[in-house]
């Protein structure tokens, strides 16, 4: 399997409160990520649990966590937990 297919592939899934306090785990340790997650987002629906993935970031341990929909783009906007980069899935 090539890497660009694997990383679309789900690693796991969690609760919505885990996801709540991951993503804002990310966003106290790097600030910035407030200002752009409300600018590039909208807020997610309700749901009892989130897709997570493996950051594909050569080095990077973090795993993906669902923090919005991506504005006028069809895709859920994720933030790593670790390193802070946000990726479209």
Known sequence: ???????????????????????EAAVATHPELADKIAAETTPLDANQRWWVWKDP???????L?????????HAVYVVC?????????
Do not use: I, W
């Open 1 to 23: 399997m090539t890497s660009n297919v694997g990383q679309n592939y789900p690693y796991s899934s969690e609760p919505e409160p885990t996801r709540a306090a991951k993503v």
């Open 65 to 73: 966590h669902a923090a919005g929909y991506a504005r006028n783009l």
């Open 81 to 89: 937990d670790t390193c802070g980069r946000t990726f479209l899935r």
């Open 57 to 63: 970031t050569p080095g990077c341990p973090g795993f």
